[in-house]
């Protein structure tokens, strides 16, 4: 395992990215460089600003070097490419999102970088993957990931983190599902990025089959992002009780007027969205085991939630949602249209979570026919 410094380039400077960024530079072992698209001239101006329980207060933290682009990144060699812009590739895809690092300019001058994809969803690494596979001398390493962390961004230099960010790390094995031991290269691969991760302050794990993982992490997704963004609520709304403090005041909670009724209509739905998940991973061939697709997830991802969610403290508002209300894309292919086109392939029924990807598609649909009309406008102008 090297403990020498490796330069890495993250792509994506919205709160995982910022949070990630900082944990790379936090470790020692790493020169980090930011692509900031959006959020360029005030990250540039005034640094971020982090307000997490985990590493404190920080304010005008940056990079070590921060781009407008992933062009104007790309001038030098790298070890990793982070991305952690979110996966929407109804509108762009991450090879095109990352082009100028996949031209025959930058592979003439340098080696092709590991590439680690700290993204929601199923399937995201296909498209890179066959992207990287057309270069000339292929030969693919991309990290998959699997990641729990509770942070949004305020403003678009202000990032909230609460107190956990946890990452799974496993190599891509394209369209194998059945491998399930690292080989010598893999081990030393994730070994190494994980080192740095670990060294800066992350709790990681290493798992020699991540697709699995990432179909577990997809559960809480599948079922929450989307209730929380059709209901227009966050998680509370289910689950916590009103303040029997009047010292104390929260929004949202549940109603003592209609409870019985969240209790007898909707949990049991979440319940049966989850179950269908697990019918679908059986299918895909993950055991009911507890390093496969165990059964007991249903309960687990369902109490755990529960738990979180009861408490006065639960302000977090899922990363679907909030981007719902900014008029943001929203994650639906990758989080549930996979999801729906696995089902399919293998003949398993899933109606719950069906009807909630075609409630999400009009979404969706609607986000990006405003985004549309706006950039017309501002070309007319």
């Not at 403990?3 to 910022?18: C, N, T, Y």
């Not at 001398?137 to 678009?156: C, H, Q, V, Y």
């Not at 709790?203 to 209901?231: D, G």
């Not at 696995?342 to 979570?353: F, G, I, W, Y």
Request: proline share 6%.
């Amino acid at each position: 395992m090297s403990g020498s410094v490796k330069d890495v380039l993250l792509v994506g400077f919205g709160a995982v990215g910022a949070i990630y960024s900082l944990i790379l530079k936090r470790s020692g072992l790493a020169r980090v460089t930011a692509v900031a698209r959006s959020n360029f001239e005030i990250v540039n101006k005034e640094g971020i600003h982090f307000q997490s329980r985990k590493y404190g207060d920080i304010n005008g933290w940056r990079p070590d070097r921060l781009c407008k682009s992933v062009g104007d990144a790309a001038d030098r060699s790298y070890s990793y490419v982070v991305v952690t812009t979110k996966a929407i590739p109804d509108l762009v895809t991450t090879s095109q999102i990352l082009a100028p690092l996949l031209s025959k300019q930058y592979n003439d001058k340098f080696p092709q970088p590991a590439y680690v994809l700290l993204q929601n969803g199923l399937n995201v690494e296909v498209d890179l993957f066959n992207s990287l596979k057309a270069l000339p001398g292929g030969d693919p390493r991309i990290i998959s990931t699997a990641l729990w962390i509770g942070t949004n961004l305020l403003e678009p230099n202000v990032v909230e983190h609460n107190d956990f960010d946890r990452v799974t790390l496993g190599v891509y094995r394209h369209q194998d599902r059945t491998t399930t031991v690292n080989s010598h290269e893999e081990a030393a691969l994730l070994n190494d990025f994980g080192h740095i991760l670990e060294t800066g302050g992350s709790t990681i794990t290493i798992l020699p089959e991540i697709q699995r993982m990432k179909f577990n992490k997809n559960f809480w997704n599948v079922a929450f992002s989307s209730v929380s963004t059709l209901t227009q609520y966050t998680l509370p709304a289910i689950f916590r009780s009103p303040s029997e403090d009047t010292t104390v005041s929260y929004e949202p909670y549940v109603s003592p007027t209609t409870a019985e009724l969240i209790s007898s209509y909707t949990i049991p739905t979440v319940t049966a969205i989850l179950e269908e998940l697990i019918a679908l991973g059986r299918a895909l061939g993950y055991p009911d085991t507890p390093d496969g697709l165990p059964s007991s997830l249903v309960t687990s991802v369902l109490e755990n939630t529960r738990k979180i969610h009861i408490r006065p403290d639960s302000t977090h508002v899922p990363s679907m949602l909030l981007d719902a209300r900014k008029g943001s894309p929203i994650e639906v292919e990758v989080i549930f249209g996979e999801v729906i086109r696995m089902a399919k392939e293998h003949d398993v029924n899933m109606p719950r979570v069906e009807t909630l990807y075609a409630l999400l598609l009009v979404v969706q649909n609607q986000i990006l026919r405003k985004i549309e009309a706006g950039k017309r406008a501002n070309a007319a102008l």
